[in-house]
């Protein structure tokens, strides 16, 4: 059964590419990018006229990457210099001082300071709640621990944050991993008690609190050591969440109404791990955006509401059937969805706008069927066509203009050419040693994206 469920990941998810990754510069991970003003301070890359920027990338294998883009007769160019992990070592030693030196800060980038809180406060307050089931606490005293713990969420990480990059990824894999692991936590529970025994609340409430906490921490920790974007962060949440219900429903259907709770719970758990593999084989690739992820989640829910709706509404007897058929139906759906994403770039906004015109298409046919006075199957019937019909349209609206914004983030032809002495460095006029190459021949770079 779990091979199946690989099997059927893995039909969804594109063979993984290598990729170059964006670290600090500095030895605080605070810094990932050198402007013009910030080189002034610090007195970096006295060689290069026209400085514009300078970022560092890991390209894997010890082997770093520092990007340099210039002007130079009004064209942007962009000169490559490979080091290596000792390289790197002494450039954010030199970084860090000087900015100790001069006194200079850097840019922060906190596009996720906001989402971060807010999952750090919502887990909190449910590991306040967990914690005062497991140690037994109850009335006033319960509902004390809950409400501390949400504020202990928001403010501990506010003051924490103060002076650090938060990004999107970071927050999203924050909330998904407390998400994940308070799930987990409840699998495990299940599988380790017999099928009859499940009155020990205070233990459950322990394993699902320690998973909770465990988890968000590690994906936080995951996405900010490996730069995970937030199109990279949501597919593996979606995709890995989604594998529970896919392990469930193939449970159900396969094993049927005679299928153990440790069944159940451990082929959930299983979707979860192998759809959490998939999602980050698929992130990593560069290729999706957070309104990506988001559309292609909708696909997978929305065709198996439709499956669901038509099976409802038919009066299709039994359990295992109809969970097995909208379980691949969901599948098949998040298939779609990769389709659907294929060569376009969503924002998060137009892949929100997406998931809302789903929900205002089934309010639309909710109320024909009220406005008509439909049987209830037929009611079922015209929510899930209003659904469909509105995700039709809203992604009809977007859909070019992410094909477009598609090409502008990934079609392009940079050609830098740069003749250099054959001399690495000479001495500049206060006697200090001026870095003029990587290496002593014509350097010659170019690179297209399509």
């Known amino acids: 059964m779990v091979l199946v469920l690989a099997g059927i990941f ?11 990754q964006q670290v600090p510069i500095d030895q605080d991970s605070t810094l990932y990018r050198i402007d013009a003003d910030l080189r002034d301070d610090l007195g970096l890359f006295p060689d290069v006229a026209g400085f514009q920027e300078a970022t560092l990338y890991r390209l894997g294998d010890g082997a770093f990457e520092l990007v340099i883009e210039y002007r130079k007769r009004s064209r942007t160019l962009r000169e490559r210099r490979s080091l290596t992990e000792a390289d790197v070592a002494a450039l954010r030693e030199r970084v860090t001082r000087r900015m100790k030196e001069v006194g200079a800060t850097p840019d922060l980038n906190q596009e996720g300071r906001y989402g971060l809180l807010a999952s750090t406060t919502y887990l909190s307050a449910i590991e306040g709640a967990l914690l005062s089931e497991a140690l037994g606490v109850e009335d006033e005293a ?14 501990a990480p506010l003051l924490l944050t103060r002076k650090a990059n938060v990004t999107e990824g970071e927050a999203d894999m924050t909330f998904y991993g407390g ?10 529970y299940l599988l380790i008690n017999d099928d009859d025994d499940f009155d020990d609340e205070q233990a459950a409430a322990g394993i699902t609190a320690a998973f909770l906490a465990g988890e968000s921490i590690l994906a936080y920790s995951l996405a900010r050591r490996n730069g995970w974007s ?22 159900q259907g396969l094993a049927g109404e005679d299928g153990s709770t440790r069944v159940l719970a451990g082929l959930s758990f299983a979707g979860s791990i192998a759809g959490g ?24 829910a929305q065709t198996a509401n439709a499956v669901g709706s038509v099976l409802a509404a038919s009066g299709v ?11 691949l139906a969901g599948t098949g759906g998040l298939a779609l969805g990769h389709l659907l994403v294929r060569k376009r770039d969503f924002t998060k906004s137009q892949g929100n706008i997406v998931v809302l015109g789903s929900f205002a298409g089934s309010l639309f046919g909710g109320g024909l069927a009220v406005a008509s006075d439909a049987s ?13 019909a509105g995700t039709a349209l809203t992604y009809g609206v977007f859909a070019g203009d992410a094909k477009r914004q598609a090409r502008r983030n990934q079609a392009s032809v940079d ?3 740069r003749v250099t002495p054959t001399t690495e460095s000479l001495t500049g006029p206060d006697g200090r040693r001026i870095r003029l190459s990587d290496t002593i021949v014509p350097k010659v770079t170019l690179t297209a994206r399509f």
């Open 10 to 20: 893995a039909a969804c998810a594109p063979p993984a590419h290598a990729q170059e």
């Open 142 to 155: 319960a509902a004390s621990m809950t409400l501390l713990g949400g504020a202990t969420g928001f403010f």
């Open 179 to 188: 998400a994940q692991g308070a799930v987990h936590g409840a699998q495990l």
């Open 230 to 251: 937030g199109g990279h962060a949501e597919m593996m949440s979606f995709t890995g969440l989604s594998g529970n219900l896919i392990g469930l429903g193939l449970a």
């Open 277 to 300: 593999i998939i999602g980050h084989r698929l992130g990593r690739t560069g290729r999706y955006t957070q309104g990506d992820a988001r559309v292609y989640l909708l696909s997978g």
């Open 317 to 327: 007897d039994g359990s295992s059937g109809p969970a097995l058929t909208v379980t």
């Open 376 to 388: 209830t199957d037929a009611a079922v019937l015209l929510q899930a066509v209003g659904s469909l």
């Open 415 to 417: 050609l830098d050419v």
